[in-house]
């Protein structure tokens, strides 16, 4: 059992930047792949980005060069650094455990911190 907690969200101008953290709590933190993913008003919920229990990462093209996924498993936190923030960034930014080692996979997910880039 896994329970996500973000933080960091808030307002920002474009050409800005923010550093989003998710605390974890749970015994296996470090079995769990992790992610980011965001959701504007009226789209479909999208991945940003992720960082795998082994420490590889993906991000959606759009963010590469610009986001960076990191983890410390000795605090249980995943953190996303945005920089060079556009409005289209805006969305509820959701952090997410991934568990792939079961029949049916387990994901948990917090319950997602407001980002708004506006002048």
């Known amino acids: 059992q896994v329970q996500l907690v973000e933080s960091g969200g808030g307002l920002v101008q474009p050409g800005g930047s923010l550093r989003l953290s998710c605390a974890a709590s749970?015994?296996?933190?470090?079995?769990?792949?992790m992610g980011w993913y965001r959701q504007a008003p009226g789209k479909q919920r999208e991945l940003v980005a992720s960082v795998t229990s082994g420490g590889s990462t993906n991000y959606a093209d759009s963010m590469k060069g610009r986001f960076t996924i990191s983890r410390d498993n000795a605090k249980n936190t995943v953190y996303l650094q945005m920089n060079s923030l556009k409005p289209e960034d805006t969305a509820v930014y959701y952090c997410?455990?991934?568990?792939?080692?079961?029949?049916?996979?387990?994901?948990?997910w917090g319950q997602g911190t407001q980002v708004t880039v506006s002048s």
């Open positions: 997410n455990a991934h568990f792939p080692f079961t029949k049916t996979p387990l994901d948990y």
């Open positions: 749970g015994s296996i933190f470090r079995m769990y792949d």
